[in-house]
Each structure stands twice: as C-alpha cells, then as structure tokens.
C-alpha cells in the first residue's frame, strides 16, 4: 500500500550559526586576501618573478644589496613571505634570486626562515577560514584521517616536504584542515624544505647559466628527494624495531611453540577467536575457568531475553483486550518462569559448548590462566595441577564483570547483579519480591520492565534527569512512558546514600511472607532535591554498568598498560605485540556482537599479522535496547550530532501510520534517520519500535555499505510487514524534497491534457 502522505516532518538539526563577530572578521579577512591577489594581479606584479625578469635584474639588484644589505633582507624576506602566505606564483624565482643575491649560506638561511613563515601564515588562514567549514560538513568522515594525524602527523608533512613533487601550498591548505599544532608545523616545514631550498638556492648562485627552471630538478636528483623521503620512515620502523627488541630482551623466546595461538577466556570473543583459528587450521588453545559461553550464555544476553519473552506475554495477557480478548492477570511462578530460562541456556549451550569446539579442532582446557612471559601462559586447574603452553600469539578475551556500589551497608544488604540475580530469584521464598534496581541504562531498564511485567514489585532508581543517556530525549521518554506503564516506580535525578538491614519494626502480619507486605530484608537510603528518604525492598538489582577482568591473569608482572580496559592499538595489540585483547576487556563497546566482531581481528591479526594486517572497523556499530518497546540505534544520534555540530536533516515516521502495527496494536514508536544536508547519505538510524533491533538491520547494512535512502526506497519490501516502515522513512524523506516547480508544471500539464483551463 501508498505510506501515509504526512508519514514524515523532515527538520534540519544543524547548529546554530557561528557569531556574528567571529562571521564577519572571517569575512573581512577574506575580503582583504581577495583585494591583495587582485591588485597583485591587475598591476601585473606577476611580470616580475620570472626567471627572465630576475636574469634582466640582477645586477640592478646586486647593486641595491651592496648599498643596503640589512635592508634588502629584511625587504626580500617580506616579499617571500607573503608571495607564500598568498600562494602566488613566483616562489621558486624568489628562491633563485636568494643564491644569486646573497650566495648559498646566507641565501639557504633567509629563504629558509621565509619560506617556513610564509608556509605558517598560509596554514594559519587556510584553518582560520576553512577549518571550522570543513569540520561542520565531513567532520565525522575526517576522524579517521584525524586520528592518523595526530599519531603520525610530523611523518606525513616531513614526508611531503622533502618530497617536492607536491605543491607546497596545497599541503599548507591541506594540513591547516588537521589538528596539527601550528608549532610543529613550523619546526617540520622548516627541516623538510631544507633540502629542495638547498638545491634552488645553489642553482640560484648560477643563475646567468640558468635556462630554464625545468632543468633544475632533474629526475636523478627527484629521485634522491624521493629515496631521502622515506628516510623519516626508514628512521620510525628502525626505531620501533629496536623499541621491540629492548620490550622482549628480559624475556627468553621459545624455541619452537606448542600452539599458533591460545585463547584466554571462553566467551563471546574468545570463542570467536578459537573457531577462526582451528578453522584456518591453527592450533589452538582456548583456555575457560568457569562456564563456556561466558557471561552472554550464563548470566547476560540469553537468559535475560528468555526471562523478557515471558515477561511481554505476561503484559499482552493483561491487555488482553486490546486484542479482542478478556484480560486476565497470569498466575505468576518465579520457579516457573526460571526453569523455561533454564531450559532455553541449556537449548542454547551446546553452541558454545567443549565437545563442539573439540569437534573443530579446538583444545579446550578448564582452568584459570595465567602469563609467565608474552609467550607462556600457565593454566591452573581445577585439580590443582598447573599446565604451561607457549603461543605464537596470545588473545585476552577475559570478559568483564558488574560493576557494584562501594556504599555505606552494601554488606548487609541482598545486593544483585545481573549475574547473581538468577540464583536468588530461584532461591527467594517470597512469590512476589519486592525490588529496587540501581541505574537507568540498558540491562536496568529492561530487567526493571521485565521484572515489573512478570508483577514483581520494582523500583528503578537513577542519578540522571533521564534513562538511557545515549540515546535522544524523545527515545528516553518514549521508554520512560513504557516502564510507567508496566509499573516501575521511577525516581530519577535521585542519588543513593547507601544501605541499611530493614527494621524490625517493619515485620509484617504472621502469615504474609509470600505477599507484598511481608518484611522487608533491606532499606535503600537516598536523597532527592535535597529531601532524604528510604525504600524497603527483598534486594537491591545493580545495574551500574561493567568493568573489564584485569586482574590475576598477570598483566601487571608484564606491564602491560590497561586502564578501565587493556591498551590496546587499532589492530588489538597490548604493548606486546604478539599479544592481543577483544572483546569486553578491549572496548570500547560492551556487545556482544561488538567482541566477535573485534575476533575476527584479532584472530587475523594475531595469526597472519606478519604478512598483512587490519585495523579494527568500528564505523558501523549498532545497538538494541530490549524493552517493550525495543530502541535500536546505529550511527548518529540527533544529540551527538548537536553536540559534534554536523548538520543534520531528520526524517521521523511514526509507527502508527504503519498498516502492520496497526493490525498488530504495535502502534508505539517511531522510526528516526538523520541525513547529510541535500542528500540521502545515512549518518545515522534510531528506530523504537516491537522489533526494532530486526528493523534497524536494513539501516546497518545500508551504512555499511554506502547506500542511500534512495536505494531503500527503490526496494520492494513485502506487504504487509513492519519492514515497510524503513521503505515509508525513505519515502517521506524523498517527499519533503520533491520538486515543487516542477510539480505545479506537470499539475497544469495534466489540467491541459483534460481540456480544463
């Protein structure tokens, strides 16, 4: 069917415009750089920095010098200065006339200090005028560039310098764009252009044989320029391979290696890791102290969305009516709920499990690992035996634990987390505890709304004005409302003081422990605007975020630098080259999908590292947030791109208008796409919606690999389906820029063709 016509209201988020101050000097600068280079070239100054016009004038000039030598430098050094800060043409005669006027040490140093000052002038109004431009249009683009310059930016200009085959002041134009520093740009450019300002100036001291300038680099000597160009990478890779040597001397390298690689951790990245291994036929270890599949099997990601599908079927039997059916309120068994999440780990296990891994080829050993040195690992086991192996390569895929709060009476409280959370609701007495959860990020969110949908009492507790700070406001309080509605008691802007036993004086009627008056087990003290006050509860739910595994795997005896994770480089590297981190304890993210996405990395990389090797790839990262509804995001957010100011176009299309939610009564939510200005490039997607972490993947796809909501839109999607919502956001983007004039052209064309005036 034909989407809605008024599905969407495209709205430009660019910010606001620079002050009117800082516009209009910008301004006059321009205005006075245009005045000079017109008045330079409408007196035809050009005419006089040729190599004819310097032949003609040299002994006018020479004259001139001797009469008044400080002022003919001082007076040529100006001259070049602003020939280079303006980009005229003539810089190369100028660099002439220096040898022929004042012979090759003297000429070398005034050209030289000249030229470097008009290289930092040029840069300097080049970032005045244009820098800020650039950063507002492609300033997301450039990171990766920018990134590069600032680790290796004095390379790059040294090399260009020396290099005279690139125009120099398209390179002054160009890193004036960079967050180069304007110190080191001077210093480089000085040391770079040294040697062409050598060559020209000592061609310069024969300038009445000089018949062109064409013959001054001749192709033995560009390629000396171009062999001394990669000195200063020559010079870097010897350095770091002596950094290297001096990193591993304490250590004594194996002979020979029992594996290719040993894995360190078992879960979402380590198990990744190993299966790339073995299936490029490596030999690998992978090496698990507690439980395969790691925290994302056990405790995380899979139990938490069995215990959501119930928790939604629960909410959907409670509204019932919306359906055409008679509401009924689930007769609720904690026990019961747990035993189908139970079931479904254990349906999901063998995945992850020792007995598959050995069927492809991977070692599996239980036991905590340790490094020895950046190639040994020992193992201890659960015999209380130690194993030592030694690896090529090493990968840490050693996960991350929940971070809990360090507050007055944490220990005399039930204080969960999303890993222990599980064994005290199967161990709880109560049917219907009551329970308070600390954070309003994703895992607080949607075990909060779970919690409260399955009827359990629950109250969130968050420091901030709203959940889910990463995502836009109208996100936040699309999933407030839904928590609301679900019956979580909502204290934002409120901080926790700490913890206290509960009272005796709280006890409940004899015969209540299985209702909602019965004793409390704990109090939460906290402070809101100023007024300080408790809250009884069973537990207290930690979902403060996650803190990677540092500790006892030996990065502190070899040094290895970490802080909230391992330091890592864009390859995964830690300070040993030949050990590698992925997923939590590396960062920056905290998915799943995000650590086997970094193991194929680091499995590559560690295996074929010396042949050829990749950067990490984090441009495309998506996100889902499960709760009812979902919020799936990927890319820019209408807050983030405020906050980097690029300018966006935002175009939203409401859920309700979709024919599918309608028949299904998923009526909530929103599809959002923010564009480049003018174009249907995609910089980023959030959609909240029933099923909103499947929408978004046609928008991840769609950045990954560069196409535009105009592709989208030209795709047939299937009727009726809540896909259709992406081809609709297409659509209404397309709609708001169709050609009104050409519109009204073909209206009165077809009035025409039905003979009506």
């Not at 507690?290 to 959907?316: Q, Y």
């Not at 009516?321 to 079931?343: H, K, N, T, W």
Request: positive net charge; glycine residues 8%.
């Amino acid at each position: 069917m034909t989407p809605p016509s008024e599905a969407s209201s495209p709205g430009d988020d660019s910010p606001e415009p620079e002050q009117s101050g800082g516009r209009w000097r910008k301004l006059s600068l321009l205005a006075a750089i245009a005045l000079v280079v017109a008045l330079f070239f409408g007196f035809g100054l050009q005419r006089f920095l040729t190599l004819e016009a310097l032949q003609q004038a040299q002994g006018s000039l020479q004259g001139w010098r001797q009469q008044a030598p400080l002022k003919s430098a001082l007076a040529y050094m100006a001259v070049y200065v602003v020939v280079t800060a303006l980009s005229l043409p003539g810089a190369a005669v100028l660099t002439l006339a220096g040898g022929a006027l004042f012979g090759l040490g003297l000429g070398t140093l005034l050209v030289s200090f000249a030229s470097s000052a008009g290289a930092l002038l040029a840069f300097l109004l080049a970032r005045t005028l244009l820098r800020d431009l650039v950063q507002r249009r492609f300033g997301r683009q450039l990171a990766p560039i920018e990134a590069g310059v600032r680790r290796d930016g004095v390379l790059y200009l040294l090399t260009l310098r020396l290099a005279p085959v690139f125009p120099f002041f398209l390179v002054n134009l160009l890193m004036a764009l960079t967050p180069m520093r304007a110190g080191a740009y001077y210093l480089t450019s000085q040391l770079g252009m040294l040697p062409g300002t050598l060559v020209y100036v000592n061609a310069g001291t024969q300038l009445a044989q000089l018949r062109g300038l064409d013959g001054i680099l001749s192709p033995p000597l560009l390629l000396s320029f171009a062999l001394l160009a990669l000195f200063p990478w020559l010079a870097r890779a010897a350095t770091d391979r002596l950094a290297i040597w001096r990193l591993y001397r304490p250590w004594n390298r194996p002979r020979r290696f029992d594996r290719n690689l040993i894995v360190i951790g078992a879960g979402a990245a380590g198990l990744v890791t190993a299966y790339i291994a073995a299936t490029v036929k490596a030999r690998v270890t992978l090496i698990e102290a507690e439980a395969m599949g790691g925290d994302c099997l056990n405790t995380g990601c899979v139990p938490s969305k069995a215990l959501i599908a119930s928790a939604r079927l629960a909410a959907r039997m409670r509204r019932a009516d919306r359906y055409g059916l008679r509401p009924v309120e689930p007769s609720l068994s904690v026990r019961q709920v747990l035993e189908r999440v139970a079931a479904k780990v254990a349906a999901v296990a063998p995945h992850d499990s020792v007995e598959r891994y050995q069927a492809l080829g991977v070692e599996v050993v239980k036991g905590h690992a340790r490094l020895v040195d950046p190639w040994t690992v020992a193992i201890h086991g659960r015999d209380g035996q130690e194993q030592r192996l030694s690896g090529r390569s090493i990968v840490l895929a050693t996960g991350a634990a929940p971070v809990l709060p360090d507050l007055p009476g944490a220990s005399q409280v039930p204080l969960l987390s999303s890993e222990t959370l599980w064994t005290w609701l199967r161990q709880c007495p109560l049917e219907r505890p009551r329970l308070v959860v600390l954070g309003g990020g994703p895992i607080g969110c949607e075990l909060s709304q779970a919690l409260a949908q399955l009827g359990l009492p629950v109250t969130l507790i968050h420091r901030g004005e709203r959940l889910l700070r990463k995502e836009d406001a109208d996100v936040a309080e699309a999933v407030r409302s839904a928590l609301e509605a679900d019956g979580v008691q909502l204290l934002l802007q409120t901080r926790v003081l700490g913890f206290a036993a509960a009272s005796l004086s709280e006890t409940a009627p004899t015969g209540s422990a299985t209702t909602e008056n019965a004793a409390a087990a704990a109090q939460v003290l906290v402070e809101h605007e100023g007024a300080s006050s408790s809250i009884a509860c069973d537990a207290v739910l930690c979902a403060l975020g996650r803190k990677a595994r540092l500790e006892g795997y030996g990065l502190e005896e070899l040094a290895i630098p970490t802080g909230d994770t391992i330091t890592t480089n864009d390859y995964l590297q830690t300070l040993y080259p030949n050990i590698y981190a992925a997923g939590d304890v590396a960062g920056p993210f905290q998915f799943t999908h995000t650590a086997s996405h970094q193991a194929w990395y680091a499995a590559v990389n560690a295996l074929f590292g010396s042949v050829r090797r990749f950067k990490t790839d984090y441009r495309v990262i998506p996100r889902t947030t499960f709760t009812d509804p979902e919020v799936a995001t990927v890319g820019l957010t209408e807050t983030e791109a405020s906050a980097l100011q690029i300018p966006v176009e935002v175009t939203r299309v409401p859920l309700h208008e979709l024919d599918r939610a309608i028949v299904e009564s998923a009526e909530r939510g929103f599809v959002k796409v923010l564009t480049a200005p003018g174009k249907d490039t995609i910089l980023g997607a959030t959609i909240v919606a029933e099923h909103a972490g499947e929408l978004l993947a046609e928008f991840v796809l769609a950045m990954r690999w560069g196409l535009g909501l105009s592709r989208i839109f030209g795709t047939i999607h299937a009727y009726p389906t809540f896909a259709e919502v992406n081809k609709y956001a297409a659509g209404a983007w397309k709609k708001a820029r169709a050609p009104q004039r050409l519109l009204g052209l073909l209206e009165r064309f077809h009035r025409w063709r039905l003979g009506t005036p």
